[in-house]
């Protein structure tokens, strides 16, 4: 649920960034939905995703200023460097990566694009990871991941917007229910200097408030709308 006074200073915020001529951060929003075995809509929700890893600010400022890692193995306040879902850093100074895979996951991966847990655990930038990945699969706590699309892109003139549209579809075909308490974006793209090579990290997870409740049978979607401001130089 959206809090309607966090919105307003969210609206403030975007209004000071076009006058100051400075780019407005990226937002997120996150659809939920919960329809049982029968289709039947039991759940639905949107809230606002407060949670840009380092990973994702490392990322932005590595593409801006065309920078690599430093050439130092960690990842921290002060390093610029990436963490990589599996845990490996990312630090050499040519590491820069590419967009690759983006968001696209094929059917029954979840290694890139939505995922979802079932871990509450209080955010933190340097989380590389969902706290407890629900696994894709039917047996007990697992969720049959379906196939993710490249994000879909429109342009509203009114308020000069633009925003990318990402859907993904989980179904609960194990015997017991399952609360999702914690999504997540996972990131596929690839580096030069590591030989080309595939890598995956997390560029945001947000601990969900309320958590999820999809039983034996249900499907949930999640959608998250990322979007940004281009007010400051779309005149």
């Not at 590491?95 to 979840?110: I, K």
Request: aromatic share 12%; hydrophobic share 35%.
């Amino acid at each position: 649920m959206l809090n309607q006074i966090e919105e307003a200073r969210h609206a403030e915020l975007k209004k000071m960034c076009a006058e100051l001529k400075v780019p407005a951060p990226p937002e997120i929003f996150i659809n939920l939905e919960v329809r049982d075995k029968d289709g039947k809509v039991t759940f639905k929700d949107k809230q606002r995703g407060h949670s840009w890893t380092r990973n994702f600010y490392n990322y932005v400022f590595s593409v801006a200023g065309a920078t690599g890692g430093g050439g130092v193995n960690t990842f921290n306040a002060g390093y610029m460097a990436m963490k990589e879902t599996g845990g490996t850093v990312m630090y050499d100074a040519s590491y820069l990566p590419r967009v690759n895979l983006g968001y696209t996951a094929g059917a029954g991966d979840a290694a890139y694009g939505i995922v979802v847990g079932t871990s509450d655990t209080a955010f933190s930038a340097n989380h590389h990871t969902l706290q407890a990945l629900i696994a894709h699969g039917t047996g007990s706590g697992q969720f049959s991941y379906q196939a993710q699309a490249a994000g879909s892109k429109a342009y509203t003139a009114g308020t000069k917007t633009w925003k990318s549209t990402l859907t993904r579809i989980f179904n609960n075909n194990s015997e017991g229910s399952i609360t999702v308490k914690e999504t997540g974006l996972y990131y596929g793209g690839a580096s030069p200097f590591y030989n080309n090579s595939n890598m995956k990290w997390m560029n945001e997870r947000t601990v969900l408030s309320p958590a999820v409740a999809v039983a034996v049978g249900a499907q949930l979607t999640v959608t998250y709308e990322i979007s940004m401001d281009f007010s400051a130089i779309d005149t």
